[in-house]
């Protein structure tokens, strides 16, 4: 679902006018492209393929430059995207151009995982322009956006259709950035292979509802040469830094013993094409592209994921602070129940740990009532023996008296026997 | 067509982006690339941007929306008709001609669509009248800055939107053009008064009007005494020093700065003067000449706000107008007194009854905390 767009030409309450002289405000469109030259403009490209198509010497050839880069391994065992920023200078134009790579694409032995570093690093982009956006105090205009413009996606030159890998990856991508299909390393595949190889792969593409990116036709002047470029997707394209002397003029192309392969040479390659469209005729619309559609559907999902909505059922508009506050709301509601929650369990642990307390607290008086009796008992039969023996001492004492009492008298009796 | 210019490369590693992958970061020293060997295929093309992007900004038109102030008199409908050659003002229009004046301020305003060589432009003329011309005349800017601020609120609600428009409509007051009746003392009371009021929410361009009645030595030395004036009162009207991008435009501000305000004449008839028709004001002693720039400096208010600076202007009111407007806002939702929250996320109360003495929403101490709580337990 775009964005809807508005005419701001329909209103009924406007009138036209005719002018009866010159004005003066037809150098506006002047002041604004001044305005955006001292402001400079920034382009970001991806480039999705596997490792060794192509994809660095094919940005060196469409910019002209040697940005440096070593070659890749292929031994990585993950995705890695590898952004990197140049400036670059034309006449008076200030371009910031951010080219991001996709360094080990389609090396691993598993290659399921394989899209989302890429589908990541697009939707972070997208956040980081939506976190600046909704910022209080923000500068958009001095934000350096990093948000994808264009994916040139590489397919491998095979000749017969398009991997599962490249199908998966680019429908993966398609709603997010625009797409634009080539075919690398295009002096593989003969003339007729490469009609055959073409119509397979549109064909696909389309069966698969993979959405790529069509040359805009609404602007009279470049309906036609848009239209017609439409057609010749995917380009077929080779690369090539190095200059070979051809006849009297040295060009970019590409040295094999059979023959030369021109890069500029429309009949070798898609290269012109590919130029052409990518920079000389769509770049502006590639950007607006972006921020209209690609763009305002993230921050719409992103939105509405947070729980935002422009509606309600009764048709009256939210606001974002409605909202907020209703969360806010509901929050604080899920926090003070938590709050109670906790506070009882806190409570009750607490009686627990008391009542467990007073338990063992009961017992060992218990206890200890016990043993005061136990000893008492103890000390009762001791007193109890200790009496029975003074008893008997003194039973014993009293009849050693008698017999003592006794043994006096009986020595006259004695005596009086042994007279006899 | 493209002359191919060479391509000079000035090419140097610029930030590094962040990668948040786990790829190593890869430090260049920036330099300068041996340029490509000779011949024709050095051009990139990359300074067709510039074409594409001309091509789509007349596709999409221009809007411009200019507010006039002032007592009534002063001139304000034929000024606008002669700065736009055609009856762009609201009394050209209506039906019924009204004379009266009214008894609290107005705020009309009226759209047109003109077109000139292929561009397509919807002016907004959005007239005042009733200003100034109570017996009371306290507190007359405040429907007038409540006006400007509804507009800004009006953009905000449709940028914060879920579902927005693809190009929000632009309502916004660009430029307010302010009418010094020509006295030749000095500022009044009520000028100051709604200059420093409105200085901060709008591009104010102060004019002299019915210049014709006033010597040049008189022309000058009001001149000199209202930019003293404004000065005095802090008053900043357009251009602002404080927007001055870099030396270049501080040069040609100036210049702009030491003229202003404009002394301006303004007609929509024609006379004959030396065989050619021009637009002006026939009288006994004379004709004046609108468009001669001995006569009076309409020339230089049509060129400032039309030829050059129309697109700054509407920069001003966008990157920094509507951004104070915006902050505040924000701000006044959240509660927090000063400046940026911790987090800083956009959280906005539709209050249709905006109005510089609302009071601000009551305090919630708790609140910005709790929303960013909010955002990332969502997220």
């Given at each position: 679902m775009a964005a809807t767009d508005v005419d701001?030409?329909?209103?009924?309450?406007k009138r036209n006018l005719s002018l009866g002289?010159?004005?003066?405000?037809?150098?506006l469109p002047d002041q604004l492209v001044s305005k955006s030259v001292t402001q400079g403009f920034c382009f970001n490209i991806l480039c999705v393929g596997e490792?060794?198509?192509g994809k660095s010497t094919l940005m060196n050839t469409l910019f002209n430059t040697m940005f440096e880069n070593e070659e890749a391994s292929h031994y990585l065992n993950g995705v890695c995207m590898r952004p990197r920023t140049y400036d670059l200078q034309e006449s008076n134009v200030h371009l910031k151009l951010t080219i991001v790579d996709t360094v080990?694409?389609?090396?691993?032995?598993?290659?399921?995982?394989?899209y989302k570093p890429i589908v990541d690093y697009i939707d972070t982009q997208f956040e980081n322009y939506l976190q600046e956006e909704l910022?209080?105090?923000?500068s958009l205009f001095n934000y350096h956006d990093g948000r994808i413009h264009i994916c040139l996606y590489f397919i491998a030159p095979t000749g017969h259709s398009l991997k599962s890998l490249d199908l998966v990856t680019m429908k993966k991508l398609d709603s997010k950035v625009n797409i634009i299909p080539i075919i690398a390393?295009?002096?593989?595949?003969?003339k007729s292979e490469l009609h055959k190889f073409k119509i397979k792969i549109m064909s696909e593409l389309v069966s698969n509802g993979v959405q790529i990116y069509q040359f805009p036709t609404d602007d009279d002047a470049v309906t036609e040469i848009n239209s017609s470029m439409n057609a010749h997707l995917p380009f077929a394209v080779v690369g090539s830094i190095e200059e070979v002397k051809v006849g009297n003029k040295t060009v970019r192309a590409r040295q094999y013993p059979w023959g030369v392969v021109q890069v500029e040479n429309e009949s070798h390659c898609d290269f012109v094409k590919l130029r052409e469209m990518l920079i000389r005729v769509n770049m502006e619309d590639l950007r607006e592209q972006t921020h209209s559609r690609h763009y305002e559907l993230y921050r719409r999902c992103k939105l509405e994921e947070m729980g935002?909505?422009?509606?309600?059922p009764d048709c009256q508009p939210f606001s974002l602070q409605e909202t907020y506050e209703a969360k806010r709301k509901e929050f604080m509601g899920d926090l003070q129940r938590k709050e109670e929650e906790m506070r009882q369990m806190f409570v009750n642990k607490v009686k627990e740990t008391e009542a467990e307390l007073k338990e063992k607290e009961r017992e060992l008086h218990n206890k200890f009532e016990q043993l005061k009796q136990m000893h008492q008992e103890e000390k009762r039969k001791v007193e109890e023996k200790r009496r029975d023996l003074e008893e008997e001492m003194n039973a014993f004492n009293r009849r050693k008296v008698a017999v003592e009492t006794l043994s006096l008298a009986q020595p006259v009796k004695k005596d009086k026997d042994k007279k006899n | 067509m493209h002359s191919e210019p060479k391509m000079e490369l000035v090419w140097s590693e610029v930030n590094?982006?962040?990668?948040?992958?786990s790829a190593p970061q890869h430090q260049h020293p920036p330099g300068k690339v041996a340029p490509?060997?000779?011949?024709?295929?050095?051009?990139?093309?990359?300074?067709?941007i510039l074409e594409q992007m001309r091509r789509k900004a007349m596709k999409r038109g221009f809007e411009l929306n200019i507010m006039v102030v002032g007592q009534?008199?002063?001139g304000k409908s034929t000024l606008m008709n002669t700065l736009f050659k055609s009856n762009v003002s609201r009394k050209s229009v209506s039906s019924t001609p009204e004379e009266r004046i009214p008894k609290t301020i107005e705020i009309k305003s009226i759209s047109h669509d003109i077109e000139e060589k292929g561009v397509r432009m919807k002016l907004t003329v959005i007239d005042t009248p009733?200003?100034?011309?109570?017996i009371n005349n306290e507190n007359c800017w405040q429907p007038i800055m409540k006006f400007i601020n509804d507009q800004y609120e009006q953009y905000l609600q449709e940028e914060i939107n879920?579902?927005?428009?693809?190009r929000i409509p632009d309502s916004r007051v660009h430029c307010c053009i302010y009418f010094i009746p020509p006295t030749g003392h000095c500022l009044r009371p009520l000028d100051v008064e709604f200059m420093r009021h409105l200085s901060n929410v709008v591009n104010i361009v102060p004019v002299i009007a019915k210049?014709?009645?006033?010597?040049l030595e008189e022309r000058d030395s009001f001149k000199q005494t209202i930019r003293e004036e404004l000065r005095a009162n802090g008053i900043d009207v357009y251009?602002?020093?404080?927007?001055?991008?870099?030396a270049d435009d501080r040069m040609i501000n100036e210049k702009i700065r030491e003229m202003i305000p404009f002394a301006v004449v303004g007609s929509d008839q024609e006379y004959q003067v030396n065989g050619k028709r021009l637009l002006g004001r026939k009288t006994k002693w004379g004709t004046i000449e609108v468009e001669n720039i001995a006569h009076c400096e309409f020339a230089y208010l049509r060129d400032l706000l039309i030829r050059t600076h129309m697109q700054n202007i509407k920069d001003i009111t966008s990157s920094i107008h509507y951004e104070v407007y915006r902050v505040r806002r924000l701000n006044e939702s959240n509660g927090?007194?000063?400046?940026?929250?911790?987090?800083?996320q956009a959280n906005l109360q539709a209050n249709p009854?905006?109005?510089?003495q609302a009071n601000p929403?009551?305090?919630?101490?708790n609140g910005l905390a709790a929303q960013h709580q909010v955002l990332t337990h969502e997220m």
């Open positions: 701001i030409f329909s209103n009924e309450e002289g010159h004005v003066g405000f037809d150098s490792t060794g198509i080990g694409f389609g090396d691993q032995i598993n290659k399921e995982e394989s910022k209080i105090k923000r390393k295009a002096d593989t595949i003969s935002f909505k422009d509606t309600d | 590094p982006s962040q990668s948040n992958m490509p060997g000779a011949g024709d295929f050095s051009y990139v093309g990359i300074d067709a009534s008199g002063l009733g200003f100034g011309d109570q879920i579902d927005r428009k693809k210049a014709d009645t006033l010597t251009p602002q020093k404080e927007f001055d991008e870099d927090q007194p000063n400046g940026q929250p911790p987090n800083g009854q905006d109005n510089p929403q009551p305090q919630q101490a």
